[in-house]
Structures are given as structure tokens and as C-alpha cells.
């Protein structure tokens, strides 16, 4: 929170500081302006943050005269071509809510082999339509197991095996021109054991150590960790690693690993660390990336007798990182990764802290409608949240490179008279065939013999139940799967938000279980769903349009090519209709002066609903489908296939 004294101190700090830092633009005196603009308007708020969490220290404005001057390093150095973009971007800063903007994620080497192979796939990008395009860590990282790369190496290089750092800006320019936004993820919580940082912590360097959570011995971790989630329940509850190669008194330090051992977490107490990864942040929005993932950010910052998560100090690590973006890169923005209880993952979202947040309770909910049949816990959350504040926008998606996790609030499911913990326990079973009968092929993920919990994985096609219809053969089966890929795209793309395809989805690829056979691989089920991406199928979905990829295929670009052509899913302004039939979903969408009204249904079997809802929430008798088909609504019900997807728009009554 920014209050009056952060204002004035600010101004202060501003004439102090101002020459010195206006030293970095080397005699550019517009861009030296301009930063100077920048900082009266959001030197306040970064003012606020540190000071919230460090000004207790002597040395505090030290601190932050050094972070000021980073940040005037970067705003001197950004490329014309960036700082043109951050001119573009002031203008429409919302850019992220237009009904045209289309997300897609892949891995580099998964997708297109590596960065020369993904600039060859541009072309496939544009035909799909995608304007933000989510590229998973692609840094240097250690050999072996690395956690699909979210254990860095170093920030600033591209892993050899995919390409250069030069190449990757050139992509970013290249994406750009093209009108897609290159994001990245930032994996600001922890470092890879062999980061440089590391290997000096590991010497003994004393500076390096306390960029880090280090112990000598048990007495701390052991007052932390009765209140800490295990986050990976199947390496052991165990929050801390003990490291014999990191010098300390007793031969070795224990070392906070919040997630595999070798991810070290970095200690925002210090402000060396903030400062840090300030650095490391600036030096990626130079290269051009546009969107930065803040990866975990729930973990950022520790405090005893705590969970350790969501923490109010957390926030402001993200407040002044923000705040520092706007300062040298106001292009930037951040997408938080905060897969937490929904009351939690609101908080996240701000423009002053990340104006995108992937929306996992609208993802789990979608799985658990296809489930059940019924869609009251999905309507339930649409109409209690999914408003956001004004400038932010969720990030749609049905499955990312992660498992999926049940997040919705028990208070909510127990509304809704059901019992939370039986619920999930019924959802890990049906995704994973143990319950039967059940359409889906997923494998369990990080399974809590403690609590009974576990997630799922499997890609959006086997979780639908395409892999299972064509191992059995069964034509009804199939038909009913591919309805179900479709249906949850519509929900996805007609919601409010940026939709984020997951590369490979869109041809309906299967679980892949090789990765059983690679030890780098073998122990975390994730990587079913991170297949290759399969060219042949890409080939058979263009050629076949009756064959199963081929009806995916066809059925999302239809979908995508309507949605373009919709101005009233801009925005993010929802309102949901009540069918009275608990197998639907109904919602109005509105921007500007433009309203549609989309339909949902989540059942194998055909529906009927009454047309008195849609006249109403329409303000209309005919309405017109996405498929051109025409609807009259002046009949009392209307005839829905199993699981039907409609986008209506109103149509003029007929005179
Ligand atoms: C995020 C990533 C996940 C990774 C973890 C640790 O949750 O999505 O894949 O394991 O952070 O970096």
C-alpha cells in the first residue's frame, strides 16, 4: 500500500538520486526523461514494497539506490525496437483480453526440436492463430534430472542443445513482428544446485550462502517443518536437504529445497537476492520476452510458525518487481503460477502485481463437470470467482506440463453438499481408471500416503477418453471423446481471458509412456503428457478430416476462426444463466456493445432446456449460431446434442 510518505520520500529520493541515475542514459536525454516520468509514477510504489520488507535494515537505502540504478542500466540499454513496443503497449495495456489473442505452450525441444526448428513452425503458429506463445524453460540447466528445466543454470543462457541467447532474441523479434508475444518462464523462487550463485555458496563464499536458505544444523528446519506441505510428497515430506558439498562448520549445510533437491530457494529476507533476480529479470525483458510466468510464487518468502506459502511479504517481492518492470521494461508483464486455494489465487492478481494468473479452479472444475455430468461446482465458481479487477485477465487453459490438482475450496464443495474430501478421492480415482466405469487414462501423481491426496496426469485427449475408445474400438465411444475435447475448448475460448492451447492438444495427442524408459523421466509421471509433437498425426488431421485428429483439428479451428470473428468475448465481463438444468452451462458474454450467449453441455446424452432463459438473457427470439445455423428461441425448449457447445448472438426480431 502506498501512503502519503512514500509519495513525498519518493520525490526526495527522485531529485537526490536523479542525476546519478540519469548518468546511465549517457547524454540520451528523451529516454532520460521519460525514465524520470516513469519514476515519479511508480517510484512510490516500489518505495512502498522495500521498505515494507527491508526497511528495518541500516543499509536500506543503499540497497535501494543500487536497484534504482540497475533498473536506469536497463531502461538505457533496452533496444529501440522494445522501447517502441512499451509505447504500444501504454496505449492498449489490456491487449491480453481481446476476443483475438490466443495462447499456445509447448516445450522447445518437444515441439520443434530446438530454437531454429520453432522458427520454422511460425508459420503453423499464425495458422493457428496464437499471439502469445509460452516457450517452457529453455536455460542452461544440470544434465539429468532437472525438472523439465525449472532447475536454472544460469538465467542469462539458452541450453546449448536448443540454441544461444542471441538466437533467442532473434525469435522474440521474429515471434513479435509476427504479433505474438514471446513469454518465458521465470523461475525466481529457486536456482539449480550448480547456478553460479550455488557453486559460490558451495565454496564458502559468505555473500553467496545467504542468497540462499542455509543451516548448519537442524534447529531451524526443524522449527519449520511441521507447518510445511510437502509439495512433492513422493521424495519424502522433508522440506530440507543436507548437502555435504556446501563448506560449513559441520562439513556440509542443510539447504531449503521446497521442491526437488537440487532447486535451492533463494532467501528474499536478503535483499541481494531481490536485487539479484531484479537483475536477471531485466536482463530477459531486454531480449524481447514480453510475459514473464512467475513460476511458484506462493514460496517466496519463509516465516517461521507459518505455512510458508501465500505469504503477505511474498506479494511484495511481486510488487517491487513489478514496479521495477514499469520503471525500465513497461512492456513487461507477469503471469503468476499460483496453484493454491482459490481465496489465495485472486490475491495474485493486480496490475500491480501480475495482470495474468492461470485460472486452475476453472481448469479442475471443467475435468470434475466432465465427470460428474453435472456443472454446479463449475457454475458455482463462475459466478463467485472468476470477476477480476479491471486490467487483469485469467489465463484459460485445460492442462498445462503439470498435473491436475483438485483446487477447488472445500467451503464451497460443502455448499454444494458435497464432501470435499471424498470428492477428490472419487475424481483421482475416475481420471485414473481406478474407479470404474470411468473414460479416461491418467496416471497418479505425487500420491500422499498421509493425507490420501494425489493428482493426475494425462493429456487432454487420453483424459477425455479418445485413448480409451480407440483401444476398445468402439465408435460411440469415440465420438462421445472427441464432443469432449471440443466442449471444453468452447469453455476455454468463450469465457473471458486469454485461452492457452497446450501444442499438441489441438491434433488430440495420446499419453506417452516412454518415459518410463528414461531415467531422467522415469520417476515423475508428468512427462505422459509432454509428448513429442507428432507431425504425422498434424498430417492426418489436415488430409482426414473424419479421422479422430482430423475432427479435433477441424473442430478447433472452427471454433477459433468464430471467436475471432466474436468482439462480444472480449473483455472479461460474464454473467452467468440459469437453465434449471444441473447437465448445463449457460453464460452471458458482453463488451461493449456487442452480447452473446454461450452453452455448454456436459452430458453423454442429448438435453433439452428451456428457451425462456435465453430470450431473456439474449434480449432476443432468434439467435444465430457459430455454425451459421439459425435458432428460434420462441419455442419452450431447445434441443441440445450430448455435449453441445453453442455460441449464439442475437438476431433482429423478424419484422
Ligand atoms: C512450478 C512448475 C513445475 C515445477 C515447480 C518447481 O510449479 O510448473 O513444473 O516443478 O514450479 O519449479
Same mark, same amino acid.
Given at each position: ?90 496505449? +492498449? ?33 499464425? #495458422? ?61 523462487? $529457486? ?146 503460477e499460483?496453484i ?52 487483469? +485477465? ?5 492442462r498445462g506440463h503439470d498435473d491436475i490438482g ?13 464432501? %470435499?474430501?471424498? $470428492? ?21 501423481f505425487?500420491?500422499? %500416503? ?5 493428482r493426475?496426469c ?68 508428468r512427462?505422459?503428457h ?47 444463466? #440459469? ?26 446424452? %442429448? ?49
Amino acid at each position: 500500500m502506498v501512503a502519503a510518505w512514500h509519495v513525498t520520500e519518493s520525490g526526495r529520493v527522485r531529485r537526490r538520486l536523479g542525476p546519478r541515475l540519469a548518468a546511465a542514459f549517457a547524454g540520451d536525454e528523451a529516454r532520460a526523461a521519460a525514465f524520470d516520468d516513469r519514476l515519479e509514477r511508480h517510484l512510490p510504489h516500489l518505495l512502498a514494497a522495500l521498505h515494507e520488507l527491508y526497511g528495518w535494515r541500516y543499509d536500506f537505502f543503499w540497497h535501494l539506490e543500487q536497484i534504482l540504478e540497475l533498473a536506469a542500466r536497463a531502461a538505457a540499454t533496452r533496444p529501440a525496437e522494445l522501447a517502441a513496443l512499451d509505447a504500444a503497449r501504454a496505449a +492498449a495495456p489490456t491487449w491480453f483480453q481481446d476476443h483475438r489473442a490466443l495462447g499456445a505452450v509447448a516445450y522447445v525441444d518437444r515441439f520443434a526440436g530446438d530454437l531454429a526448428g520453432l522458427r520454422a513452425r511460425l508459420p503453423y503458429l499464425r #495458422e493457428l492463430g496464437v499471439t502469445y506463445l509460452h516457450l517452457m524453460p529453455l536455460f542452461r540447466s544440470p544434465p539429468g534430472e532437472n525438472d523439465g528445466g525449472y532447475a536454472v543454470s544460469d538465467y542469462r543462457a539458452v541450453d546449448p542443445r536448443l540454441g544461444s541467447m542471441a538466437e533467442l532474441s532473434e525469435l522474440a523479434c521474429a515471434l513479435r513482428r509476427a504479433g505474438i508475444a514471446l513469454v518465458l518462464d521465470f523461475v525466481l523462487n $529457486h536456482t539449480a544446485d550448480d547456478h553460479p550463485w550455488a557453486e559460490a555458496a558451495k565454496r564458502g563464499d559468505a555473500d553467496a550462502q545467504a542468497l540462499y536458505w542455509m543451516f548448519d544444523d537442524r534447529r531451524e528446519p526443524d522449527r519449520f517443518q511441521p507447518y510445511l506441505r510437502a509439495i512433492f510428497p513422493e521424495r519424502g515430506g522433508d522440506a530440507f536437504t543436507w548437502r555435504p558439498d556446501v563448506a560449513g562448520p559441520q562439513g556440509g549445510k542443510w539447504v531449503w529445497t521446497t521442491f526437488y533437491p537440487f532447486q535451492w530457494d533463494l532467501n528474499y529476507r536478503n535483499p541481494e537476492a531481490l536485487a539479484a533476480i531484479a537483475g536477471e529479470m531485466l536482463f530477459l525483458a531486454n531480449q524481447g520476452v514480453e510475459v514473464l510466468r512467475l513460476d511458484a510464487v506462493p514460496f517466496l518468502w519463509k516465516e517461521p510458525g507459518t505455512s510458508c506459502e501465500n505469504r503477505p511479504q511474498a506479494h511484495l517481492v511481486v510488487e517491487a518487481l513489478n514496479a521495477l518492470a514499469a520503471l525500465a521494461a513497461p512492456a513487461l508483464l507477469f503471469k503468476s503460477e499460483a496453484i493454491v486455494h482459490p481465496d489465495e489465487v485472486v490475491r495474485w492478481i493486480g496490475v500491480e502485481k501480475s495482470r495474468l494468473s492461470y485460472h486452475p479452479l476453472l481448469m479442475a472444475l471443467l475435468w470434475e463437470a466432465l465427470a460428474t455430468g453435472e456443472t454446479r461446482l463449475l457454475a458455482d465458481a463462475l459466478e463467485r470467482r472468476h470477476a477480476l479487477p479491471e486490467g487483469t +485477465a485469467w489465463v484459460t487453459y485445460l492442462r498445462g506440463h503439470d498435473d491436475i490438482g483438485w483446487g477447488f475450496a472445500d467451503e464451497d464443495a460443502r455448499r454444494l453438499g458435497l464432501d %470435499p474430501v471424498g $470428492h477428490r478421492a472419487f475424481l483421482n480415482a475416475f481420471y485414473t481408471g481406478r474407479r470404474q466405469p470411468s473414460f479416461a487414462r491418467g496416471l497418479p501423481f505425487q500420491e500422499n %500416503p498421509r493425507t490420501g491426496d494425489a493428482r493426475v496426469c494425462g493429456t487432454l485427449a487420453s483424459l477425455a477418453g479418445l485413448e480409451q475408445a480407440l483401444a476398445a474400438e468402439d465408435p460411440w465411444a469415440l465420438d462421445l471423446a472427441l464432443r469432449r475435447i471440443l466442449v471444453l475448448h468452447g469453455v476455454i475460448l468463450t469465457v473471458g481471458g486469454l485461452p492457452l492451447l497446450y501444442l499438441g492438444d489441438e491434433i488430440a495427442q495420446l499419453n506417452d509412456y516412454g518415459f518410463r524408459d528414461d531415467p531422467a523421466h522415469a520417476g515423475d509421471a508428468r512427462w505422459v503428457h509432454r509428448p513429442r509433437f507428432a507431425d504425422a498425426r498434424l498430417a492426418t488431421a489436415r488430409a482426414d478430416p473424419a479421422s479422430p485428429e482430423g475432427r479435433v483439428w477441424h473442430g478447433l479451428m472452427a471454433l477459433l476462426a468464430a471467436r475471432r470473428r466474436t468482439p462480444a468475448l472480449g473483455g472479461t465481463e460474464l454473467r452467468l444463466v #440459469e437453465t434449471g438444468n444441473p447437465h448445463l452451462l449457460a453464460y452471458r458474454r458482453r463488451h461493449g456493445a456487442a452480447r452473446c450467449l454461450v452453452l455448454a453441455s456436459f452430458s453423454p446424452l %442429448p438435453q433439452r432446456l428451456p428457451s425462456a432463459p435465453l430470450r431473456l438473457a439474449l434480449d432476443a427470439a432468434r439467435a444465430v449460431g457459430w455454425g451459421g445455423e439459425g435458432l428460434d428461441l420462441a419455442g419452450d425448449t431447445v434441443p441440445l446434442e450430448p455435449y453441445a457447445f453453442h455460441v449464439l448472438t442475437p438476431l433482429p426480431d423478424a419484422a
